[in-house]
């Protein structure tokens, strides 16, 4: 799929997010103390309020004290979507004991398709249960979502994938102390989150 341009939540000199399908990735400026791209200065984390797919209630306030990676996908898509959630998983694995000090949270960018089973049976295939929030609700609500965090979410025009979703696709960092501070593309490599979640962590 082509690319999707969304608007930057940061002060970066972000180009676009990546679309599902889209081998591209974004252009940012990087702070010297983070891997990612960093907000200069940071910026308060806009309201996320959901239910995951087990129907609990999820706040991203209650998340205080630790760092926070938000990201926006479906749970079928066939290429980024995976591959940002792959990579999450080796991040954590590779942060060990630090690991403790991070919440992943995912928010569903397909709210027809995206249900509680689906979404379980994604969770369980990349050995995620319980290793991530993956937050799902009515069109409504998610596209108040996707606005708050300036996410662009639409279904595909081609006509040879009618359920495929084209969608900004970021990973969003944010502070123990709620600040939204760094950003990555869909193609970060894992090892720019282990280097930045004890940083968040302690900011």
């Not at 690319?3 to 081998?23: D, E, Q, T, Y």
């Not at 960092?173 to 193609?187: E, F, V």
């Amino acid at each position: 799929m082509r690319l999707v341009a969304a608007a930057a939540l940061l002060s970066l000199a972000v180009g676009g997010a990546i679309g599902c399908g889209s081998s591209g990735s974004t252009s940012t400026t990087t702070h010297a103390s983070f891997a990612g791209a960093s907000a200069n200065p940071p910026k308060p984390e806009p309201p996320l309020q959901l239910q995951n797919s087990l129907g609990q209630p999820v706040n991203i306030r209650d998340y205080r004290g630790k760092a926070v990676l938000v990201t926006f996908i479906y749970d079928h898509c066939p290429d980024i979507c995976p591959l940002i959630v792959g990579n999450l998983h080796t991040a954590q694995n590779e942060l060990g004991k630090e690991a403790k000090n991070l919440q992943i949270i995912a928010v569903s960018v397909d709210p027809k398709g995206d249900t509680p089973k689906t979404v379980n049976a994604f969770l369980a295939d990349h050995q995620m249960t319980g290793r991530m929030q993956y937050l799902i609700g009515s069109s409504p609500q998610l596209e108040k979502v996707w606005s708050d965090w300036n996410i662009v979410s639409r279904d595909s025009p081609k006509k040879s994938d009618p359920a495929a979703v084209e969608h900004s696709a970021l990973v969003y960092g944010i502070s123990a102390s709620g600040k939204l501070t760094t950003l990555y593309p869909a193609n970060f490599k894992p090892n720019q989150i282990v280097h930045d979640v004890p940083i968040l962590a302690s900011s």
